[in-house]
């Protein structure tokens, strides 16, 4: 199949975890030839793929970034703009998961870094390229969510709360751009094998009842979530917009 995107320009946030999504995204796009803007909180991380990829031929630049903040979120994309010329894909991902207990005990503070880093930063991003998008009235955003959003999960009310409120912004910008040619989706990950599994966000109980729902049996890989978010980036995808797309191994079957 032809996806037809070399030499197209994205930015991918959230990109920086040598076992994550992000990465695994931006390796994928990659390979079709996508002109990469690799941006995270964490600059070591994205260096070390930009230096990867660059190894590779490929080009890529990586750039660091608190996405709660919008003047750093505005630089990035100018200094995105000044090396590329424009952007035409943005890739969603980063966000903060950090097990705070429940609704009625978690701090305030931290609720709101929650929001600003999963709904926020989204928000921000989108903001800034959307005006590049139009210029040639062609652009792909895609936002990571979470299973999570739809049917609630112990410890992380902050983060599905974001995750809830991203799947709404997706069809917000969807509704917005569709006139323009930008498309607007989320993939609504189920339990992806990633480095959250071995950072203790989710006790080994936990994780246990988690897989007992996936009637797959298993979880899902960074690299099976790439290629379909590659297909969405790309003009194959041109007739969907708007959708959430639910990638779970069927752990939300039935609702
Ligand atoms: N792994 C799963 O099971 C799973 C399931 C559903 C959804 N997701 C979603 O997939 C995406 C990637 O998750 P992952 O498992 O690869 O986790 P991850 O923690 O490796 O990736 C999140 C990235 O966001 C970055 N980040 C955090 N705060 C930031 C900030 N203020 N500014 C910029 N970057 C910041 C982190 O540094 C990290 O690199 C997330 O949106 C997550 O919610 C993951």
């Not at 979120?73 to 010329?85: I, L, P, Y």
């Not at 959003?149 to 974001?162: D, F, I, L, W």
């Not at 599994?197 to 996936?214: A, H, K, L, N, S």
């Amino acid at each position: 199949m032809e996806l037809d995107i070399k030499g197209k320009v994205a930015l991918v946030n959230g990109a920086a975890s040598e076992k994550g999504i992000g990465s695994a995204i931006a390796r994928a796009l990659a390979r079709e030839g996508v002109r990469l803007v690799l941006t995270d909180v964490l600059q070591e991380g994205v260096d070390s793929l930009a230096t990867e990829l660059g190894q590779q031929g490929k080009e890529a630049l990586a750039i660091g970034a608190d996405q709660t903040r919008h003047d750093e979120v505005r630089s990035v994309v100018e200094n995105a703009t000044d090396c590329f010329g424009s952007i035409d894909i943005l890739v969603n991902c980063a966000a903060l998961t950090s097990n705070l207990g429940s609704v009625a005990s978690m701090d305030p503070e931290r609720w709101r870094r929650e929001l600003d880093v999963s709904l926020t930063g989204p928000y921000l991003w989108s903001r800034e390229v959307i005006p590049l998008m139009r210029k040639k009235n062609w652009g792909r955003i895609v936002n990571i969510s979470s299973t999570n959003a739809v049917t609630g999960q112990p410890g992380v009310p902050g983060y599905v709360a974001a995750k809830g409120g991203l799947n709404s912004l997706t069809r917000q910008v969807a509704r917005e751009q569709a006139s323009r040619g930008i498309t607007c989706n989320a993939l609504v990950l189920g339990p992806i094998h990633t480095g959250i599994y071995d950072r203790g966000v989710f006790d080994e109980e936990t994780v246990q009842r988690m897989m007992e729902r996936v009637p797959l049996g298993r979880m899902g890989t960074p690299e099976e979530v790439a290629q379909l978010a590659t297909f969405i980036c790309s003009p194959l995808s041109g007739f969907m917009t708007g959708e959430l797309i639910t990638f779970d191994g069927g752990m939300t079957l039935g609702r």
